[in-house]
């Protein structure tokens, strides 16, 4: 016979805590949510995987008259988010506890726990601006250009600027120095009441088409970089080739190659663009060259073939990048992902009472349980959520390097 929990609404508390969840996402409503659509589709639910196609990129050729153009390959791409992340916040209630609060105790914990949920999912996309490939530097005192410059950056690598697309996520430092300017907070400039938001809020908002948003996840704090191969000094030799007879198909996440000089390192988040192809390649794993030579192990996969002795090149690292920095994101939506998988409620009824609600337009999912142990004589209340999190384009986005100096440090 399954444990009675009393006058408990599970379904009460999944909805409560969607709403929380929904309310403390600050990353999280910036990227894209349609990927459960996709995997709904197709006409069952089976599998942890949910494969977006991405499309090739194609460069405008001139047609020669007689020849034509070269044909350029298709290449197809999955990109796949695994739905492996199952975090859940847990709390126990003695039944002393609740003789002395009554079942209000419960309610008052459900927006804090799903605070906590909405924390972590946070955390980890914020973590994917790791692979992120494009990067902006800026150090000195805060201006108009921490904003237009990581915004060129983008532009430059045909990000579409799209209204209401480009968010900047900034660190908390970036933002007082940010609340300082003019920019944000004087009429004159941002015109009569616009300030207001600034002013009364501490709300950032639109500048220059770019939302600036701050997270309190997003004080990333980076180590200092010291590959001899992309030193700033330009000391170390950063131009090599591939080296492979039959060249590499599209999807490939290994490269050799040689060319470089002796024996050079290279470390994880050192950025390379091989020569015929835009996107920008970050390391993730150290590499020491022997002779020249090495392989290359990178994010993303190779967006197309490349042939034997194209060129590899090494971005030089920045003074920034050579000193401990802090790593914001300026990103367009559709560079990372987010999806959900509602958890099942099998449990119900045999000695849990649980619900799982999900919001239909943005795919949000949550689950409450509630169980007794009587040994203990506790209650215990949980709420978790299934999700996965993944960038779907790492040339949407651009690392945003600050120097540990810039006001307020």
């Not at 695994?82 to 709390?91: A, D, F, I, R, S």
């Amino acid at each position: 016979m399954p444990n009675t929990l009393g006058n408990y609404n599970p379904e009460f508390y999944a909805q409560e805590a969607l709403i929380q969840l929904y309310k403390a996402l600050g990353m999280a409503g910036r990227v894209h949510r349609g990927a459960e659509q996709e995997r709904n589709g197709s006409g069952n639910q089976k599998g942890d995987t949910i494969n977006l196609k991405r499309p090739t990129k194609f460069t405008a050729q001139e047609h020669v008259k007689g020849t034509g153009s070269s044909a350029q390959d298709v290449v197809g791409e999955n990109v796949a988010i695994k739905l492996n992340n199952h975090q859940e916040v847990k709390y126990k209630l003695t039944d002393r506890e609740l003789a002395y609060t009554t079942e209000q105790i419960i309610t008052d914990h459900i927006t804090p726990a799903a605070y906590a949920l909405a924390d972590k999912i946070d955390q980890d996309l914020h973590a994917l601006g790791s692979k992120v490939g494009p990067k902006a530097h800026i150090s000195g005192s805060a201006s108009s250009g921490f904003i237009t410059g990581p915004r060129k950056v983008l532009r430059n690598n045909e990000v579409p600027m799209d209204a209401g697309m480009i968010h900047y996520l900034v660190d908390s430092g970036m933002e007082a120095a940010f609340l300082d300017l003019g920019i944000f907070h004087e009429a004159r400039i941002t015109g009569d009441g616009a300030n207001n938001a600034a002013l009364m809020n501490g709300s950032l908002g639109q500048r220059f088409g770019v939302e600036v948003f701050a997270s309190q996840n997003a004080d990333v704090d980076m180590s200092a970089m010291s590959s001899t191969a992309t030193a700033s000094d330009a000391s170390g030799d950063s131009v090599g080739a591939v080296n492979n007879a039959s060249g590499y198909e599209a999807n490939a996440n290994t490269v050799a190659v040689d060319g470089f000089t002796g024996v050079e390192t290279v470390q994880i988040g050192d950025t390379f663009t091989i020569a015929g192809d835009p996107t920008v390649y970050t390391l993730t794993a150290d590499t020491t060259f022997a002779a020249g030579a090495g392989n290359l192990v990178f994010y993303p996969d190779l967006r197309r073939n490349t042939a034997d002795d194209a060129v590899v090149t090494f971005n030089q690292l920045d003074a920034i990048q050579e000193a401990g920095h802090i790593r914001n994101l300026m990103f367009h939506k559709n560079a990372f992902a987010l999806a959900f998988a509602p958890l099942p409620m099998t449990g119900d009824g045999r000695g849990a009472e649980m619900a799982t609600v999900t919001d239909e337009i943005s795919g949000l999912s949550v689950r409450a349980r509630m169980y007794y142990d009587g040994d203990t004589a506790s209650n215990f209340v949980a709420l978790d959520a299934l999700y996965g999190t993944q960038v779907l384009d790492p040339m949407l986005g651009a690392q945003v390097l600050r120097a540990s100096t810039v006001y307020p440090a």
